[in-house]
């Protein structure tokens, strides 16, 4: 199974908002902070550039304004174009002025994360974490721990994700494990987030720059294909067929 995904930073977001539907210009001016208004601005026009590229639509102010994002009552995102739901599946992920949004079939239990390598404290090691992965954690070089960490806590996102529950799930409900392979040519490893009484995901993780990104997927994916976007403009370009 393909999942496509496209990364975008604050610097790629215009600073108009003629992309925006009435809908999201109504949201838009209801958000009191600047961050907030930053984060859900970035969000949204990665998630556009993405959906518009699998659609095949082009990249115009006019056609983004038919492309929403809206939460179901869980909170997952579903893509409508032209107040029509897409037969799409879609997650979206923002960190620290950088968003990810992934794609893939209609159907498909999806859901990506990404997360900045950072240090984090024993107390959150043992909040959060089964005593399988603590043990793993314990069994890691301390040097490589704020990786692992970050690994982790993103592919439990990814997987509370993809089962359209989020947070509201204990992260120890579900176990993470890295396989030790090396990664593909794009720098995906693999990995399998099994989640008792329910089907398990497998997934792939990458990082660059000390960002992690994670993906899994029910039916198990592929290796994620990146998409590409202009910057600052809009064409007719897509990329996913």
């Known amino acids: 199974m393909n999942v496509y995904w496209l990364e975008q930073f604050e610097a790629d977001v215009p600073p108009e ?4 539907g009435t809908n999201e210009m109504v949201y838009l ?41 809206r939460p179901e009552p869980s909170g997952a995102p579903t893509a409508f174009f032209a107040d029509q739901p897409v037969a799409l599946t879609i997650s979206l992920s923002h960190r620290s002025g950088i968003a990810v949004c992934a794609v893939t079939m209609s159907g498909a239990e999806m859901g990506c994360d990404l997360e900045m390598v950072e240090p984090r404290s024993d107390a959150f090691i043992a909040d959060y974490f089964t005593c399988e992965e603590q043990a793993l954690i314990a069994r890691t070089f301390a040097a ?23 947070l509201r799930l204990d992260t120890r409900s579900v176990v993470v494990r890295p396989f030790s392979e090396s990664c593909d040519r794009n720098g995906w490893s693999r990995m399998l987030v099994c989640c008792p009484g329910s ?15 994670t993906v899994v997927a029910a039916p198990p994916p592929d290796s994620p294909i990146l998409l590409t976007a202009p910057a600052h403009c809009f064409d007719s370009a897509s990329q996913c067929a």
């Open 144 to 166: 490589d721990r704020p990786r692992l960490l970050a690994l982790l806590w993103s592919a439990k996102e990814s997987a509370l994700k993809a089962l359209r529950e989020g």
């Open 17 to 20: 908002n003629d992309w925006l």
């Open 199 to 213: 089907r398990d995901f497998h997934g792939w993780w990458q990082l660059t720059n000390n960002v992690l990104r």
């Open 29 to 69: 001016r209801g958000l009191r902070f600047a961050k907030r208004r930053a984060d859900w601005r970035l969000g949204r026009w990665t998630a556009k550039l993405a959906l518009s590229a699998c659609l095949d639509v082009p990249h115009h102010p006019q056609v983004f304004r038919k492309i929403e994002i």
